[in-house]
């Protein structure tokens, strides 16, 4: 069984700084994918950034990079240059390759960006 | 190009009914995924439809249920409605075989009063 663990039920940024959203996980799988996804309070989920087990390098993605620690089984997600617009919820998932790709979500962290 | 959309955007039922939920996938994705998120929970998996078939369940009674269409469409039917089953339903999709994406709709907040 896979599991995501996100510690931080909320976080505060100024405008302009960047931040850094938790996300461990469990998983006893060799092949997996981590994803990073926003959701305002208008309840959809916006893809943001993906990073596969067996990529070397960080990914990024605009403002949002991926900060992997495969030996630590931890996918943290920093947000540079924080805009009000950031402010939402952020999930964690993965992912296992093969059969049973549903993804399983984190618990959330709840991020507002403060003017 | 249109993103997954989901009907209805709100829906509110009365316990014991049956609601119907629908998602349309980005064209071209096979793949679509059910989640249920709770108010103030995280999302959690309900059902995986590919290429028409049912590949996987999340831990859910039977009175949910679903189908996925030749189009690739899908149906979400929740029989006998409980009012713990309100909550944003999320479909998401994603082009089989490809693992880096997995995109949502906007979803259907279901009431049961």
């Known amino acids: 069984a896979q599991k995501i663990t996100q510690t931080q039920p909320g976080m505060f940024v100024q405008e302009k700084e960047a931040v850094t959203l938790d996300c461990t996980y469990d998983?006893?799988?060799?092949?997996?994918?981590l994803f990073w996804y926003k959701q305002p309070s208008s309840g959809e989920m916006i893809f943001l950034i993906y990073?596969?087990?067996?990529?070397?390098q960080n990914a990024t993605e605009g403002r949002y990079s991926l900060n992997f620690q495969k030996a630590r089984k931890s996918a943290n997600l920093v947000i540079s240059a924080s805009q009000l617009g950031d402010s939402a919820m952020y999930f964690c998932?993965?992912?296992?390759?093969?059969?049973?790709?549903?993804?399983?979500f984190g618990s959330g962290t709840q991020l507002t960006v403060l003017p | 190009e249109a993103g997954v959309t989901q009907s209805p955007t709100h829906l509110i039922k009365t316990r014991g009914q049956q609601a119907t939920l629908r998602c349309s996938p980005i064209s071209g994705h096979t793949s679509v995924y059910w989640y249920q998120q709770a108010l103030g929970l995280g999302l959690q998996f309900l059902l995986w439809?590919?290429?028409?078939?049912?590949?996987n369940r999340g831990n859910f009674p039977p009175r949910f249920s679903g189908r996925q269409f030749p189009n690739y469409s899908s149906e979400l039917n929740v029989n006998a409605l409980e009012l713990e089953d309100s909550a944003l339903y999320l479909c998401a999709s994603s082009l089989t075989g490809t693992e880096n994406e997995a995109f949502f709709g906007q979803g259907t907040r279901l009431t049961v009063v």
């Open positions: 439809y590919d290429e028409g078939e049912e590949r």
């Open positions: 998932a993965i992912r296992k390759s093969g059969s049973a790709r549903q993804l399983t």
């Open positions: 990073q596969g087990s067996y990529d070397e």
């Open positions: 998983t006893s799988d060799q092949s997996y994918g």
